[in-house]
């Protein structure tokens, strides 16, 4: 039945399917049960993008209500994964990651850039270049303010694309559009 709505495209639903096996393949990578979700996984990788940032900041990164925020890092806290040090301010704490959340953090990314690298590397060297310059354009149109930039890039390992120029971060601070990195 036809509501008047354009028809779904073959190439949208190839990037939505491709969209859905990345997301299944993170959900499925091994934690233990203090980061099991998600939203746990992208606070504790955000701790360790933004050490010594505040819950309010943190909340942004993973888009989080305060209160949600404030029990995601208990949790993370009471693993022995994050620890609370006095903030800017009387009112504020600092969040840092502990040696074991330090280690976690890596094996999570070794683990995302596993799959990651998996999937990609059924492309050849110049497929792997158009596909970096079709992503560099699309995510640098697509990132909104400061806080959906943070969202974006909550699982990310920031090293390399910091290092050769993240779209996101060009696009949130009104930078243009960055090359593709070079090899």
Same mark, same amino acid.
């Not at 028809?7 to 859905?20: D, F, S, W, Y």
């Not at 305060?66 to 806290?77: M, N, Q, S, W």
């Not at 999937?119 to 697509?142: F, G």
């Given at each position: 039945?036809?509501?008047?709505?354009?028809?779904?495209?073959?190439?949208?639903?190839?990037?939505?399917?491709?969209?859905?096996?990345?997301?299944?393949?993170?959900?499925?990578?091994?934690?233990?049960?203090?980061?099991?979700?998600?939203?746990?996984?992208?606070?504790?990788?955000?701790?360790?993008?933004?050490?010594?940032?505040?819950?309010?900041?943190?909340?942004?990164?993973?888009?989080?209500?305060? !209160?949600?925020? %404030?029990?995601?890092?208990?949790?993370?806290?009471?693993?022995?994964?994050?620890?609370?040090?006095?903030?800017?301010?009387?009112?504020? %704490?600092?969040?840092?990651?502990?040696?074991?959340?330090?280690?976690?953090?890596?094996?999570?990314?070794?683990?995302?850039?596993?799959?990651?690298?998996?999937?990609?590397?059924?492309?050849?060297?110049?497929?792997?270049?158009?596909?970096?310059?079709?992503?560099?354009?699309?995510?640098?149109?697509?990132?909104? =303010?400061?806080?959906?930039?943070?969202?974006?890039?909550?699982?990310? =390992?920031?090293?390399?694309?910091?290092?050769?120029?993240?779209?996101?971060?060009?696009?949130?601070?009104?930078? !243009?559009?960055?090359?593709?990195?070079? !090899?």
């Amino acid at each position: 039945m036809y509501l008047g709505c354009p028809m779904t495209q073959r190439t949208e639903n190839l990037l939505g399917a491709l969209a859905v096996l990345v997301t299944d393949e993170m959900s499925a990578l091994n934690t233990s049960l203090a980061i099991a979700g998600s939203t746990a996984r992208a606070m504790l990788n955000a701790i360790g993008q933004y050490p010594d940032a505040s819950i309010e900041l943190l909340r942004d990164a993973v888009a989080l209500s305060h !209160p949600a925020a %404030v029990r995601a890092v208990a949790g993370l806290v009471d693993a022995g994964l994050v620890e609370k040090r006095a903030g800017a301010d009387k009112r504020s %704490v600092a969040l840092a990651l502990t040696a074991n959340g330090r280690r976690e953090v890596k094996r999570l990314r070794s683990a995302r850039e596993d799959v990651l690298m998996r999937i990609v590397s059924h492309l050849d060297s110049n497929e792997r270049q158009v596909l970096e310059d079709l992503m560099i354009k699309m995510l640098w149109h697509e990132t909104r =303010d400061p806080a959906h930039a943070m969202q974006l890039c909550r699982f990310c =390992d920031d090293g390399p694309c910091l290092k050769a120029g993240c779209p996101v971060e060009c696009r949130e601070e009104g930078l !243009p559009m960055p090359g593709r990195s070079t !090899p």
